[in-house]
């Protein structure tokens, strides 16, 4: 596989309590792939992205990002160091404009200092200025610039997840993780999900972590999956490997 490390995670395991959610997870991904992580319900998927997130800290193992190990990260120096995320159930600034959910996001990198903002020096609007060129860039990625004044709770289903997207984007993030992206779809909204992510990797060259449940999206557009059953990895390798696989297909029939 051609391209730096982006992100190592080295025996990586959470347990709470005597339930061991995660044990073991050893995945290398590197720069603009795009790659699977699926498996049965509770499996641990999502407990894997808390950890890589900082909202859980790992028991046992070690996180690499950009070759530097990520001891003790609160989420908020995860988002700085450049990972982003989306959550299964949307978690948007409902009551704001569609452009202020993705200036919001852009904040995490302004340089103005608190005094200039609180007084509107020149060099706050300065930024300000360059923040909503960005931000409205960025929506125009997503066919959403004529959505940028609607309120984020008031656009229909698919849209708010694009705008979840965006907004991870906006922090400047080069690791993306997409939890469930196709969630609640339907197939129209579902088809132009596929086509937005493969554009944002091409025009934006982050790295894709995505968990899903839609085969079809996951089949597609993944050149690699990693499986993961009762907390552990069962398989990983192509698309092609892991349909043709007898552990991935037995943990699907729950057998
Ligand atoms: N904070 C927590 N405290 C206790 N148990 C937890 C906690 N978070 C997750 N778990 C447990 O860890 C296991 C894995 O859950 P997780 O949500 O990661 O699965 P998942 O693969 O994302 O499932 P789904 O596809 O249904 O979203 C489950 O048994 C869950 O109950």
Not at 29 to 43: F, Q, R, S, T, Y
Not at 121 to 130: D, F, G, T
Request: charged letters at 20%; proline letters at 4%.
């Amino acid at each position: 596989m051609s391209g730096k490390t982006v992100l190592k995670t080295e025996h990586l395991g959470i347990a709470f309590g005597g339930l061991h959610a995660v044990t073991d997870f050893n995945v290398e991904i590197h720069e603009h792939e795009l790659v699977g992580l699926i498996g049965p319900n509770g499996a641990g998927k999502t407990t894997v992205f808390n950890l890589l997130t900082g909202v859980y800290q790992p028991t046992e193992g070690a996180i690499l990002f950009d070759g530097q190990v990520m001891l003790h990260k609160k989420p908020h120096q995860m988002a700085c160091a450049g990972i982003a995320r989306t959550f299964q159930n949307i978690r948007l600034f409902k009551n704001l404009s569609v452009l202020d959910n993705v200036k919001a996001a852009c904040n995490l990198h302004m340089n103005y200092s608190v005094f200039s903002g609180i007084l509107r020096l020149p060099s706050y609007w300065r930024e300000e200025a360059q923040i909503d060129k960005q931000a409205r860039e960025l929506l125009a990625v997503f066919h959403m610039e004529d959505k940028a004044d609607f309120v984020a709770a008031n656009l229909p289903y698919g849209q708010q997840r694009k705008l979840e997207i965006a907004r991870a984007l906006a922090t400047g993030a080069t690791l993306l993780l997409l939890d469930e992206p196709a969630a609640g779809m339907n197939p129209t909204e579902t088809a132009e999900l596929m086509e937005t992510i493969s554009l944002i990797r091409e025009k934006f060259g982050v790295t894709i972590l995505l968990i899903e449940h839609d085969m079809n999206l996951v089949m597609n557009i993944c050149e690699r999956i990693v499986v993961l059953d009762y907390g552990e990895i069962i398989a990983a390798g192509t698309p092609q490997e892991i349909a043709n696989d007898p552990k991935v297909i037995g943990a699907y029939l729950g057998e």
